[in-house]
């Protein structure tokens, strides 16, 4: 899968990592959903941190079709709000 991280570029990720990214968005879900500002900037720095830790990074020149889109380290929770699905940044 390939997952952008709005800001910076691309990384291949394999799906296997799903489910360990998921506990990270569901954290970043419920903070955001109590309004807690610091932990949201937390766990927003610890997911974006273990997608490029797991991932491989897309070389520039080669533009893929992004099966997912995160938010930048800098966004907002008011912006990252706005990205979200039911199911957080990360399906499933």
């Known amino acids: 899968m390939i997952v952008r991280i709005m800001g910076?570029?691309?990384v291949r990720l394999a799906d296997d990592h799903l489910a360990?990214?998921?506990k990270l968005d569901d954290?970043?879900?419920a903070e955001m959903e109590k309004g807690d500002g610091p932990g949201f900037r937390r766990t927003l720095a610890a997911l974006?941190?273990?997608?490029r830790e797991l991932g491989e990074p897309v070389p520039d020149d080669s533009l893929e079709p992004s099966d997912l889109i995160l938010p930048s380290a800098d966004a907002t929770l008011e912006e990252v709000r706005d990205l979200l699905s039911d199911d957080g940044l990360i399906p499933g």
């Open 27 to 29: 954290e970043l879900l």
């Open 8 to 10: 910076e570029g691309q």
């Open 20 to 22: 360990d990214l998921n």
């Open 48 to 51: 974006l941190s273990r997608v």
